[in-house]
């Protein structure tokens, strides 16, 4: 039985329980990353293959996290071949490539007041639309996403229900852009509008139906993700920002939250992580000043 084989198979079993641009996904990192290696290579020759051979190439043009991804997919195909033929795999001979995950910046207190003021001056859907996300957390596909119909100003809230992404479809060699639901069931949510995005959000609401995306004020046209982070770019550069990507507006907004004592299960809510750890691990740091403080009380 050839490894591609079993591939085939392996796709059929998970897109049944995957997103659509998941799938996909996997069709790439397979694609690029495994079948070029072991093109035709039969599943008994790979129960006894010396598999830090395939670790050492992949960290000769990856990112330890990024072989530690390949790898993840690689070891479910595998795993699924021993359940369905009995193929036996010793994985724990395996080394997985150790990742030192980097902190990521956030805005400083003079950056975020520099982008705020220029997109209160600008005042446009495009601009406002940082603002949400700057103060709610909001990711890129779920601004691109949002319609005024999820922005309850009776409630305060806005709620999460969609998200936007461009999926590449290699059988089509074309892409396109996806409305789905969101990835997990916790960033479906509600997330609390602040007196501040209220009050800017409040006086342009009447001008848009429930149906019109929020960036565009349109029924039809939207702003995907990669142009959004496009435009984003560009008022950085009128704000005289360097070295910050749309996404650090999350990780900024989430440690503003820490620093001012919002307990750690209502942030990971609020950003709509599966768990708690997820939003310790990946988005909340303390800040020098914050650590000064409480060793000062000692």
């Known amino acids: 039985m050839k490894l591609e084989t079993v591939i085939e198979e392996w796709l059929v079993f998970k897109k049944i329980s995957i997103k659509e641009s998941t799938y996909f996904r996997y069709i790439y ?4 990353y495994i079948l070029p290696y ?4 039969d599943m008994e020759q790979l129960v006894q293959y010396d598999f830090n051979r395939y670790v050492e190439n992949l960290l000769k043009f990856l990112s330890p996290i990024s072989a530690k991804n390949v790898l993840g997919i690689f070891k479910s195909i595998l795993k699924f071949s021993q359940k369905k033929y009995n193929f036996r795999f ?12 980097e902190e990521l910046r956030v805005l400083s207190k003079t950056e975020k007041k520099k982008l705020e003021k220029y997109c209160e001056k600008s005042n446009t859907l495009r601009d406002i639309g940082i603002l949400i996300c700057l103060y709610t957390g909001l990711r890129i596909g779920e601004i691109c996403a949002l319609k005024w119909d999820c922005i309850d100003l ?3 809230c806005i709620r999460v229900k969609k998200t936007m992404q461009r999926i590449y479809n290699k059988n089509d060699k074309k892409s396109v852009v996806k409305e789905d639901i969101p990835k997990t069931q916790k960033s479906i949510r509600s997330i609390p509008i602040s007196t501040k995005l209220y009050n800017i959000l409040k006086p342009i609401k009447k001008n848009f139906s429930k149906n019109c995306y929020f960036l565009t004020g349109s029924e039809t046209n939207y702003i995907e993700p990669r142009n ?3 435009m984003f770019k560009k008022c950085l550069e009128e704000c005289k920002i ?5 996404h650090q507006l999350r990780h900024t907004f989430a440690t503003d939250c820490i620093n001012v004592g919002m307990d750690t299960k209502s942030l990971s809510e609020i950003l709509g992580h599966a768990t708690v750890k ?3 691990d990946k988005y909340v740091h303390s800040s020098f000043y914050a650590k000064k403080k409480y060793l000062e009380r000692l």
């Open 38 to 41: 072991f093109q035709n290579m």
């Open 278 to 280: 997820v939003t310790l």
């Open 242 to 246: 360097k070295n910050f990507h749309f």
């Open 29 to 32: 990192i397979i694609n690029q």
């Open 154 to 156: 009776d409630k305060h």
């Open 228 to 230: 959004y982070q496009y």
């Open 90 to 101: 010793n994985f724990d001979f395996i080394a997985i490539p150790k990742s030192h995950t």
